[in-house]
């Protein structure tokens, strides 16, 4: 029977970390056990018990969907990332579980909101402001965000954190990780502790809401008098680690003008792929989070809205050096410097296999293929991503190749895997090489 929170849409979020333990734990052994009955049923039809009909059945992904979904927090936010491209091949029913927390959370019940904001702000909050709406316009793995105006007149976007979220980073994603560990799912001897190590990092960083205030100051500095780009402007009287306070910027979803003019979709992609790349060889400093949620449109200004500055990554000026090597040397054509370069960044290391070299070699210079040309690349009517999915699952199938790219990489790979889906989903006509040439 449903909760009544459920009938608006609202699920109260497990604040506690004894509570969060037991219902990830219940969800992992509900999944196992799941397998294990999938797999006897299989056996007494006398077939050989496969992972995708062990894994992949209608009762996992609701179950997955149903308790990270309710649960929010890094979990739901760790399975978010392995869905999209970090460099570390899952098989297609883990990656098809995953994506399903996409979509967007259920929202707190208002008695917990104001319990949350009471203990940000103090009781007797509400009349601080003309208007503050209850129900959030937008909510997702770690937080949700609520329309207000303040007594002043101030029109604000409020981002609220779900209680017991930052504490349970660690528990919640040692529980998640359970189910990487499925025999099949990756090679065993795969090492993903440093993968994980950096999701806690980033994730505790993401979580504290007065360090997504700096990165948002420090990009506003960066695109301060910018044409293209629009940020929200931050409310510091009313920010708390656990509250962010920032402008509400009347715009549009950007995936709404998939059927918009051409020239206005190719402008949108080359302005967000040159961004990329000015944060990746001039920031040093990398909005890592893709989310098509995260930018939208301001059709009076005609610029792009950037939204959610959580998840930032510094990016050290020796892998900035490296990159700008390994880009230099593919644009070159120059495989011997191109696979210099690829070590040095740790896409293998030397004890990688000459063979598994060369295949993930083959997949980069795919990925380069689009980079090298000078004219317009058509991402609407390229399949370039399902070939290199393709490759990648190929590759990840050999369960000898146990080597983890750095997670620096993955994260990387992750903003340009994005941003690749999104010119997609524009179907956005852009000349790559010309953009990657300012960076010699």
């Known amino acids: 029977m449903a909760r009544n929170d459920d009938l608006d849409g609202s699920y109260p979020v497990p604040g506690h970390r004894l509570g969060r333990l037991m219902r990830l734990g219940g969800m992992t052994t509900g999944i196992l056990g799941d397998m294990v009955a999938s797999g006897v049923r299989q056996a007494a039809q006398g077939q050989r018990p496969r992972l995708p009909g062990l894994l992949l059945t209608p009762a996992t992904a609701r179950r997955v969907t149903r308790d990270l979904g309710q649960m929010r927090g ?20 883990m990656t098809a579980i995953m994506a399903a927390l996409r979509a967007e ?6 008695k917990q909101l104001q319990s949350v904001l009471n203990a940000a702000w103090g009781t007797g909050w509400y009349g601080r402001f003309k ?21 002043d007149g101030r029109d604000l976007a409020i981002k609220v954190q779900y209680p017991g979220v930052r504490a349970s980073i660690d528990s919640d994603i040692d529980n998640l990780a359970t189910l ?41 500095t960066r695109l301060a008098g910018s044409d293209a780009f629009r940020l929200p402007d931050l409310h510091t009287d009313l920010s708390t680690p656990h509250v962010l306070a920032m402008s509400y ?29 000015r944060e990746l060889f001039d920031f040093g400093l990398m909005q890592t989070d893709p ?38 040397a593919a644009l070159a054509c120059d495989a011997a410097r191109t696979r210099a370069a690829m070590l040095r960044i740790g896409y293998f290391d030397a004890a ?36 290199l999915r393709d490759m990648g699952l190929a590759m990840g199938s050999e369960r000898d190749l146990t080597h983890v790219p750095p997670p620096a990489t993955m994260f990387l790979h992750r903003k340009i895997g994005g941003m690749y889906l999104l010119a997609t989903k524009l179907r956005a006509r852009v000349a790559l090489r010309p953009m990657l040439e300012r960076y010699p």
């Open 291 to 328: 989310n098509l949620a995260n930018y939208r449109f301001d059709t009076a200004s005609r610029r792009i809205v950037l939204l959610d500055f959580g998840a930032v990554m510094a990016i050290a000026p020796d892998l900035t050096q490296d990159f700008r090597g390994l880009l230099n």
């Open 74 to 93: 890094a979990a739901m936010k760790l399975g978010q990332m392995l869905s999209m491209d970090t460099g570390l091949v899952l098989p297609p029913e």
């Open 352 to 387: 990688t296999s000459t063979r598994h070299q060369d295949l993930i070699l083959e997949m980069f210079n795919a990925a380069m293929a689009p980079l090298r040309q000078s004219t317009p690349f058509d991402f609407g009517s390229a399949d370039l991503m399902q070939t």
């Open 180 to 220: 990487l560990r499925v025999p099949g799912v990756v090679p065993r001897e795969m090492d993903l502790g440093p993968m994980l190590r950096e999701a806690k990092a980033q994730l505790h960083q993401e979580a504290d809401y007065l360090s997504e205030a700096r990165h948002l100051t420090a990009f506003q």
């Open 249 to 277: 910027i009347e715009s549009q979803p950007i995936d709404a003008l998939i059927d918009a003019a051409q020239d206005l979709r190719d402008h949108i992609a080359r302005h967000l792929i040159a961004l990329t790349l």
């Open 105 to 110: 959370a259920p929202h707190m019940p208002p």
């Open 131 to 151: 208007r503050f709406d209850l129900r959030p316009f937008a909510a997702a793995s770690i937080g949700q965000v609520h329309r207000a105006q303040t007594l």
